[in-house]
């Protein structure tokens, strides 16, 4: 049974940095295209960050130049590195894996971590 954890959230100061982790186990993680979505306090899931198999990443405009989205094939794990953040980033951040090839959809992602705060207060 795939399993998706993510780790790394906590309370942090405007302008600070915390890196999320996405652990997958029990899976693919190789041929899987991995997703980074957040949500905000009253609002929809949406996406933040994506990273295919062969390593295209591709990021909303409003995390552009601040975040950084990786993953280590060997260690079955994605990272979210976030930079510069401000209080517009508190939301709770989720990790999803798919095989589709439509990464923008978050529809098409079959395995969702529980999700993890992220806090940007000072």
């Known amino acids: 049974q795939v399993q998706v954890t993510e780790s790394g959230g906590g309370l942090v100061q405007p302008g600070g940095s915390l890196r999320l982790s996405c652990i997958v186990s029990g899976g693919d993680f190789r041929n899987a295209n991995m997703g980074w979505y957040r949500q905000f306090p009253g609002k929809e899931r949406e996406l933040a960050a994506t990273?295919?198999?062969?390593?295209?990443?591709n990021y909303v405009d409003s995390v552009k130049g601040r975040f950084t989205i990786s993953r280590d094939n060997a260690k079955s794990t994605a990272y979210l590195q976030m930079n510069s953040l401000t209080p517009e980033d508190t939301a709770v951040y989720y990790c999803?894996?798919?095989?589709?090839?439509?990464?923008?959809?978050?529809?098409?992602?079959?395995?969702w971590g529980q999700g993890t705060q992220v806090t940007v207060s000072s």
């Open positions: 990273i295919t198999t062969g390593g295209r990443t």
């Open positions: 999803a894996a798919t095989k589709s090839d439509s990464v923008y959809d978050q529809n098409e992602y079959t395995y």
